[in-house]
């Protein structure tokens, strides 16, 4: 079984103050995880994926994600928060093995950007 | 590339009417959907795995015979929300495997 527990339900920093999204993952085989984000009435939208490759993974808008086996830890960070990131993140599990897709999604971290 | 469109983006039906969401892949050829449903401020849950040309594979705890799921090509998946309710009212989000899965923009489904 695949779960990702989110640490915080709700983040709020300062524009231009470094952000950091917690997520801890749980998982029987291989994980492939996911950083995907929502802003409100709009569609989920990839940030960036792991799939057991290099553990420091970049993506798209600044963002950054490390993934530690021994933490089981995939946290999400970005050096300095801009007021279009405010939005709902959520991070994503995916066991690999047996050709198993299936996501499994936290339960979400509001961002807050406080201007 | 790797674009998902879901028709209609919003709904309103009146209880005891079925619904028809249409999740199309507009530039690659998908094998396999996904449909989830978000209510209000939670995160998503996977309904069912929709297979072309073969039956959906539901999650636990999702009624089949209320979600009707149809994959009848490979670029398009339905779900039918048959004798809506209001309790089914919620956004519901389909997905498209390609190289990874990408995601439609949603349908808010609200039954009055």
């Known amino acids: 079984a695949q779960s990702v527990t989110q640490l915080d339900s709700h983040v709020s920093v300062s524009e231009g103050t470094p952000v950091l999204l917690r997520c801890n993952y749980s998982s029987s085989y291989s994980p492939s995880l996911f950083w995907y984000v929502q802003h409100p009435n709009k569609g989920l939208q990839l940030l960036l994926k792991y799939t057991s490759a290099a553990t420091l993974v970049k993506g798209i808008n600044g963002f950054e994600a490390e993934f530690k086996k021994s933490e089981t830890s995939f946290h999400l960070t970005k050096p300095s928060a801009h007021m279009s990131d405010a939005a709902e993140y959520f991070c994503?599990?995916?066991?690999?093995?047996?050709?198993?897709?299936?996501?499994?999604f936290g339960t979400g971290t509001r961002l807050t950007i406080i201007p | 590339g790797a674009v998902v469109s879901q028709h209609p983006s919003w709904v309103i039906c009146k209880s005891g009417t079925s619904v028809k969401i249409e999740c199309r892949s507009l530039d690659f050829q998908a094998t396999t959907m996904f449909w989830y449903r978000q209510f209000p401020k939670q995160s998503l849950m996977l309904m069912a795995t929709s297979n072309e040309g073969s039956k959906a594979t539901y999650e636990q705890g999702v009624e089949k015979d209320k979600f009707l799921i149809n994959h009848a090509s490979l670029t398009l998946s339905t779900l039918t929300v048959t004798s809506a309710h209001p309790e089914d009212s919620s956004f519901y989000i389909c997905?498209?495997?390609?190289?990874?899965?990408?995601f439609g923009p949603g349908t808010r489904l609200t039954v009055t």
């Open positions: 997905s498209a495997k390609d190289v990874g899965q990408y």
């Open positions: 994503v599990v995916s066991d690999t093995n047996f050709g198993n897709e299936k996501l499994t």
